[in-house]
């Protein structure tokens, strides 16, 4: 199995949660991270002044915050591909938090 590599080059927020990111290869996504910003790690982000720190890491070239959240440069390159499953994923860590916490 070949894992692509890609690098984000730059973003612009178009709107809250959402970036346009444009990658090393020429090829730019709008992602609206809004449907996956839950549990632990990525629940964080539903505050828009935390969301808006995102910054681009220069060593693995992707986007990340403060709080330790970021995406493989794949995932977000891909990522009409990957919102399907990236969205039932964020619905299990909804549940894991909510086995862990009871509420």
């Known amino acids: 199995m070949i894992h ?8 612009e927020k178009l709107a809250p949660f959402t970036l346009r990111v444009q990658f090393a290869d020429g ?3 709008a992602i609206d991270f809004l449907p996956i910003l839950k549990g632990e790690l990525y629940g964080p982000l539903q505050n828009p002044t935390v969301f808006d720190q995102v910054r681009i890491d ?3 070239h992707t986007l990340v915050w403060p709080n330790g959240a970021d995406f493989d440069p ?3 390159h891909n990522w009409p591909q990957s919102i399907s499953s990236l969205k039932a ?11 862990r916490t009871g509420t």
């Open 4 to 11: 692509e590599i890609h690098r984000v080059i730059s973003f």
């Open 27 to 29: 090829a730019t996504q």
């Open 58 to 60: 220069p060593e693995v």
């Open 74 to 76: 794949a995932i977000l």
């Open 89 to 99: 994923l964020a619905e299990q860590w909804v549940s894991e938090d909510h086995d």
